[in-house]
């Protein structure tokens, strides 16, 4: 593992609006918010890569 792999994995996101709206909470994802995240998770395709809290596969390169 490269140091800046290291230094990023130390990074965590939590309690953002995707993660309370995750949650359950409703009310804290605009409607805009809730059709990108429909979005990202089917037509467009994004999680393919950006997947978990984090939206990270983890991986140590960009290719
Ligand atoms: C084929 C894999 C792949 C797909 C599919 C993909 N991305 Fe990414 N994305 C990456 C990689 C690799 C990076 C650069 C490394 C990183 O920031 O995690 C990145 C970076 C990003 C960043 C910058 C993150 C930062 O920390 O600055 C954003 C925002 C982003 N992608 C959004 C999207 C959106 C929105 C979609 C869907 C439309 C998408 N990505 C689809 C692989 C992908």
Redesign the pocket.
Known sequence: MTSIAAYVRTILSGNAPHDRFRAGEKGTFSPAAQRGLV??EGK???V???TGFN??DE?ED?S
């Open positions: 979005l990202s467009a395709g994004c393919h890569c950006h939206f990270t991986g960009c």
